[in-house]
Nanobody, 123 residues
Framework: QGQLVESGGGLVQAGGSLRLSCAAS????????MAWFRQAPGKEREFIAA????????NYANSVKGRFTISRDNREKSVYLQMNSLKPEDAAVYYC????????????????WGQGTQVTVSS
């Protein structure tokens, strides 16, 4: 059974950077598109970024475009989210997800989810 474990969250000042990591196990990583979502208290889960199986394609939410970068290492079975110029509104629990799909923005396309990592941004 597939498993995803996120790490790298924490407290950062506005304008700062964080790099989230997600380690995969229990499934054939290079057959899955990968994505990051986030959910803030009282808000719906929000798509952030996705990357195709071979890193040939990426997609970003408008709210993070130009500030966040998604990448993956199929040998390490990991996906990353580099977050720069963080804003207080970026604070949320960030989730890694895997799906047997082309890159998609809907959470319904992803069948494997991590437990999440908290990102807090102080103003």
């Amino acid at each position: 059974q597939g498993q995803l474990v996120e790490s790298g969250g924490g407290l950062v000042q506005a304008g700062g950077s964080l790099r989230l990591s997600c380690a995969a196990s229990g499934f054939t990583f290079n057959l899955y598109a990968m994505a990051w979502f986030r959910q803030a208290p009282g808000k719906e889960r929000e798509f952030i970024a996705a990357i195709s199986r071979t890193s040939g394609s990426t997609n970003y939410a408008n709210s993070v475009k130009g500030r966040f970068t998604i990448s993956r290492d199929n040998r390490e079975k990991s996906v990353y989210l580099q977050m720069n110029s963080l804003k207080p509104e970026d604070a949320a629990v960030y989730y890694c997800a895997a799906g047997r799909t082309v890159i998609a923005t809907s959470g319904r396309e992803y069948g494997i989810w991590g437990q999440g990592t908290q990102v807090t941004v102080s103003s």
